[in-house]
């Protein structure tokens, strides 16, 4: 059988764009040949709408489209992903559903069984959970239609904390039993780089497990916070991928069942994974949310010079404008850092130095702290002072300020709220230190586009004399290690310190990461890379007393 995948970028209750693409790729698929065309899951809503399912003209306008789209179904089948009523009276309202479509009309509906609620998910707020099974025949093969976590085999499934995860259902193992010729995946399975490989595994064990072939449709994209990377797959029988498609990019494929070719997309580094990801990120959010300029602080600095190569590969050179914002305490190398990169990248920049206005605000708050030593007040006066002109140039020119922040210093709250910490979007928000400094080094494998000096300089805030990170801070080598174990594995300070980390330096760190959910309660929201990133997959109460 010729099956195309299509591997598309959807626009959330964009119903007019979402189903103008879902058609177009159906003319594009009768055209070359192929039998039948598989969408990805919900893609004809976008994925998550999160409460739009709850009203009642977003689930009108979802039926609107897929009838529609059944309509151009002639001579060719079609599996597209939405939302379905429940007909019955008991339960959720909705099921997440994947639609079987041919001679013009509705054919067969799947509804997702395994409904994920942990980190970033909440399926079951909206959904009820399919409990009966079916395949069906079509082109002289029996057909399973599973959707996303449905492909998961109960008894290797793991949860965020890395232990066995069961589940009443095992679709898959239901399905088995029906004896189908091969298995249809539609999903929406965003990136995570320290979860990459899982995937695939889960695909190659189950179809080795089951001995069936399985077409594995994921989506690209990103939304908001959630950035999807796509890749594809078809693997036979044996657990062998024979096609995969691109990732971080839309792709359309068509493979023949019949025969057994590989064509897999080169291995590359997590880092690079990452850098793709941010950009699709940074690019989807200023696209679908009508935007188009960015502005940001550049400093001299390791983050901002990142962002800022990000973003002029998201956006272009012509849509990014920095401001140069010196004190007293920017040292010279700064400025001149931060100047070589804006020239590198031929970018528009301003200088506005800041000190008259920071001398401003002190003189107007000197009978306030009269006789009070300088603390940690006047270097976040500096700060917020840098939030002001930059929101300034974002009100009055429409660019959108793009915050600089990485995952460490969001972490141990080392960041001013209402100043560094403004902005529309936080595109190093789930990055580590460490891997920041790791991607400006792959930035420059070819040329050097951020200044050598930018990433080898100890980094600091410059907000008081001879200022370095490491003063206020563990080396962020021992931190970043600490943070992901307390921040993606979930580990207590006590497993930490087993691991061989010095006691104080932990629970000091720790302590700084749960005092600080305030100030992150507050930020922009993060674009997520890993698999517990700080936002809605990441809810810890503001006040609490931790363990």
Known sequence: MKIAIAQLNYHIGNFERNTSKIIENIQKSKAEGAELVVFTELSVTGYYPHDLLERKEFIEQSEKALNRIATYCDGIAAIVGGPRINPEPQGKKLFNSAFFMYDGAIQHVVN?????????????????????????DFGGKKIAITICEDLWDEQETQNEFGREKLYQLSPLKELSALKPDLVINISASPFSFNQENSRKNILIKNAIKYQLPIVYA?????????????????????????????????????IDTEISVQNLQPKTDYIEKIYHALVLGIRDYFTKMGFKKATLGLSGGIDSALVLVLAVRALGKENVRVLLMPSRYSSDHSINDALQLAKNLDIQYEIIPIQPMVDSFEQSLSDVFANLQSDITEENIQARTRGILLMAISNK????????????????????????????????????????????????????????????????????????????????????????????????????????????????????????????????????????AFGFGRRMPLVAKYS
Not at 115 to 127: G, V
Not at 222 to 246: C, P, R
Not at 505 to 530: C, D, G, H, W
């Open 112 to 136: 997702k069984s395994l409904l994920p609620t942990y980190d970033i998910f909440d399926e079951y707020r909206h959904f009820e959970p399919n409990k009966t099974f079916s395949v069906f």
């Open 218 to 254: 994921n989506q690209v994209g990103a939304h908001t916070e959630l950035i999807f990377d796509g890749g594809s797959v078809y693997l036979n029988k044996k657990g062998e991928i024979q096609e995969e498609l691109n990732y971080f990019e839309e792709d359309f494929r068509i």
């Open 397 to 532: 020119f429409g660019n959108i300020l793009l915050n600089t922040t990485n995952k460490s210093e969001c972490a141990v709250g080392y960041g001013t709220l209402y100043g560094d910490m403004n902005g529309g979007l936080s595109v190093l928000g789930d990055v580590y230190k460490t891997d920041v400094f790791k991607m400006a080094n792959w930035i420059n494998c070819d040329s050097e586009i951020i200044p050598i000096n930018t990433i080898q300089k100890p980094p600091s805030a410059e907000l008081r004399p001879d200022q370095k990170d490491s003063d206020s801070l563990p080396d962020y080598d021992i931190l970043d290690q600490i943070l992901f174990d307390y921040i993606e594995l979930n580990l207590s300070p006590d497993e930490i310190i087993a691991k061989g980390f010095d006691e104080s330096t932990v629970f000091r760190t720790v302590k700084m990461v749960n005092t600080n959910e305030y100030k992150r309660f507050q930020a922009p929201p993060i674009l997520r890379i890993s698999s517990k």
